[in-house]
């Protein structure tokens, strides 16, 4: 099985920041992709970054300058570093990955969630 682990949400006051985290674990054979999308209540799930392996990362439009995506291969982590949050960004973050496991099946798996407050 493949367990992904979040850690980092919280409140924080407008112009303020936080780092999410997400690790992979479990049968974990090879990392396609990893991100992160969040889910504002009465919205629609939208992505904010997500990482091809080998590739750059690409982000949301509302999110470009603020937010930045890096990885940890080693570690099977990627982490969100959101900077200058507005109220806008409050929502729930999922952590998203695609993978192969040890059988060598694709697979697509989601983080449990973190809330992102921004308020003051």
């Known amino acids: 099985q493949v367990q992904l682990v979040e850690s980092g949400g919280g409140l924080v006051q407008p112009g303020g920041s936080l780092r999410l985290s997400c690790a992979a674990s479990g049968n974990v054979l090879s990392i396609l992709t990893m991100g992160w999308y969040r889910e504002a209540p009465g919205k629609l799930r939208e992505l904010v970054a997500r990482i091809p392996s080998g590739s750059s990362a690409r982000y949301a439009e509302s999110v470009k300058g603020r937010f930045t995506l890096s990885t940890d291969s080693a570690k099977n982590t990627v982490y969100l570093q959101m900077n200058n949050l507005k109220p806008e960004d409050t929502a729930v973050y999922y952590c998203?990955?695609?993978?192969?496991?040890?059988?060598?099946?694709?697979?697509?798996?989601w983080g449990q969630g973190t809330q992102v407050t921004v308020s003051s």
């Open positions: 998203n990955v695609h993978l192969l496991n040890t059988s060598r099946v694709l697979g697509e798996y």
